[in-house]
């Protein structure tokens, strides 16, 4: 799993972490928090999750594509983010029994 964390092209010490935070625990702890952020606040942007939450926003920005890749989220319209003042994507929760691949 630490391969998805960590790019090819990433140092050795990147590598070496995202590896710890797989054994750890703290990726699975991490994505659960961040999905509970989703449902409770759907719509927003991952700096806005992050400020409502408390939690890092680069930890959250990390983890929702994580968790789109799981089919826990998805990311759907942009929007202006308040905070930031820039255009970016906003996230929504996936309710249970919608989290099927469709055929195109």
């Known amino acids: 799993m630490s391969a998805q964390l960590a790019r090819s092209t990433d140092s050795s010490g990147s590598h070496d972490a995202a590896a710890h935070l797989v054994r750890s625990g703290a990726h699975v702890a991490q994505k659960d928090r961040t999905a509970a952020a989703v449902r409770r606040h759907p719509g927003m942007t991952s700096m806005q999750l992050a400020r409502e939450t408390g939690m890092d926003r680069y930890m959250v920005a990390r983890r929702l594509p994580d968790l789109a890749k799981e089919g826990r989220v998805f990311r759907g319209a942009k929007a202006l983010c308040p905070i930031s003042n820039i ?18």
């Not at 970016?88 to 029994?97: C, D, H, K, L």
């Open 87 to 104: 255009t970016v994507s906003t996230w929504w929760p996936v309710a249970q029994g919608d989290n099927y691949t469709l055929a195109v």
